[in-house]
């Protein structure tokens, strides 16, 4: 070997290293650390003292990260308000957003990091931080959130429907959707178990009840059938209730715990996206393991595919802005 040999492949370590880094635009733990030092416990305090008055955002604060990451990025584009400038038809009015909450929360996080450091910390970084520790307060999972995140300038309601998956995907859909995203079948699976927290609404799923492939009085085979006469007995009794609020992890839908992925296993996930997690072998098989290890196992894998999913098509250095407001572009 050259006298050159280990500086050489030194060398070449470094360059694959900067090559790997950047491809995930540089975010970093702790970006603020000069900008704006208080910034992330300002989000934790803030979080810490509402969500005990109302854990049920915890759910909704986790779906709105999901969905902002999986329209143009993490760029907190998924908050933007319909502005009549614009005409344009913004990612919230999308039928998939049509059942976001939490957007007033946001706003209250943001105006107390902007008392501190005006201008300083992006909406999309405020997203990744706030699903994180609202996670964290319900006693759930951890996971590190690197910051550095832009905001974008750009929200369209089309593209939202295009990019999110909507609850009747199919496997071959959802496994197409998420490696769209750079992600794959395992992180499909293990982002699926968030929906071992939250609620759902009637029309997410009452097409599986009362009209299956539009065949009216036709019911999914692969729901189990118990439960979906329960589901249209006691919670969508008509097709047209758009209303009413279904845990999807009954019993337990305020635990990050497994028994979403159990309740798959016995035909009883809510949607056809989550019981088509059964009809590929490969993701059946991750079920099986997540189901068969611990909790602890369960946390710290969701906790990695979550750090992967709020790295999506980040915007960082100068690209896009940091909003003044989290529902409006700067003018
Ligand atoms: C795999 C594809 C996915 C589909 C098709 C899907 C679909 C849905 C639907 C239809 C709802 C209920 C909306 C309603 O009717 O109110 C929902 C709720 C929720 N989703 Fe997903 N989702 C997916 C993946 C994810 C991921 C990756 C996350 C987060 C990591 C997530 C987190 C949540 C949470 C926490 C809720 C409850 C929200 C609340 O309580 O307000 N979902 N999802
Ligand atoms: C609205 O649409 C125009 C034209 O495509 C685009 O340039 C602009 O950035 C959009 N604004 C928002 C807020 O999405
Ligand atoms: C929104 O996105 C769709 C699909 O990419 C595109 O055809 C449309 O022109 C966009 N609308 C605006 C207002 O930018
Ligand atoms: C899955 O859904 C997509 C989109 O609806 C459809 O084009 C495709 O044929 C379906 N695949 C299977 C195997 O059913
Ligand atoms: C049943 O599904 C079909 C096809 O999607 C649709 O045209 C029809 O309106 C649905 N029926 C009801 C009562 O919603
Ligand atoms: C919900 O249902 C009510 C009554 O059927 C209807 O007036 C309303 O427009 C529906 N809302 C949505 C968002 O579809
Ligand atoms: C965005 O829309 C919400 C609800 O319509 C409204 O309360 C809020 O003031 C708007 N924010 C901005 C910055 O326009
Ligand atoms: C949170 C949010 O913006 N929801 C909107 C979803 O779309 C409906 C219908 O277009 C609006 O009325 C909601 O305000």
Known sequence: MSKFGYLGNFLVLCILVGIVGSSHGQLQLNFYAKSCPQAEKIIQDYVQKQIPHAPSLAAALLRLHFHDCFVRGCDGSVLLNFTLSTKNQTEKVAVPNQTLRGFPFIDGVKKAVEAECPGVVSCADIVALVARDSVVVTGGPYWKVPTGRRDGRISNASEALANIPPPTSNFSSLQTSFASKGLDLKELVLLSGAHTIGVSHCPSFSSRLYNFTGVWGKKDPSLDSEYASNLKMKKCKSINDNTTIVEMDPGSSSKFDLSYFQLVLKRKGLFQSDAAL?????????????????????????????????????????AGEIRKHCAAVNS
Not at 279 to 299: E, P
């Open 278 to 318: 059964t009809t590929s072998a490969t993701t059946k098989s991750f079920i099986n393991q997540l189901v068969q290890g611990s909790l602890k196992q369960f946390y710290a894998e969701f906790g990695v595919a979550m750090e992967k999913m709020g790295k999506i098509e980040v915007k960082t250095g100068s």
